[in-house]
């Protein structure tokens, strides 16, 4: 069955850090660009980062912007989010998915979602709280 498990969430104080994989079963990563989103509760989902299949271009939103790192390994067939700094307003649960729209808008990094994305997983809750 082909599906992206996301791992790595957890309770973790201001300022500290989080390490989220997302890693693909039944379909390889590869040829994918792959997004991930968070949501808070509350509020809608919103795109967090991207990176490109193609030349591993990575966007980020203005709220995570050097704080983030977003990276792939195509051999572990696994995409991550190196997430330091951690704030409370990053508390979300956080999913990975497949070909979002990763722009440069107006100067600013814009992570969307389209129509049709083949693969979503089902999220990682992310706390940060003292």
């Known amino acids: 069955q082909a599906q992206l498990v996301e791992s790595g969430g957890g309770l973790v104080q201001p300022g500290g850090s989080l390490s989220l994989s997302c890693a693909a079963s039944?379909?390889?990563?590869?040829?994918?660009?792959i997004g991930w989103f968070r949501q808070a509760p509350g509020k809608e989902r919103e795109g967090v980062s991207c990176?490109?299949?193609?030349?591993?271009?990575?966007y980020y939103a203005d709220s995570v912007k050097g704080r983030f790192t977003i990276s792939r390994d195509n051999a572990k067939n696994t995409v991550y989010l190196r997430m330091n700094s951690l704030r409370p307003e990053d508390t979300a649960v956080y999913y990975c998915?497949?070909?979002?729209?990763?722009?440069?808008?107006?100067?600013?990094?814009?992570?969307?979602?389209?129509?049709?994305?083949?693969?979503w997983g089902k999220g990682t809750l992310v706390t940060v709280s003292s």
């Open positions: 990176i490109l299949s193609s030349d591993g271009s990575t």
């Open positions: 039944g379909f390889t990563l590869d040829y994918y660009a």
């Open positions: 998915a497949t070909d979002p729209d990763c722009l440069v808008v107006g100067g600013a990094d814009r992570i969307r979602e389209r129509n049709n994305m083949a693969y």
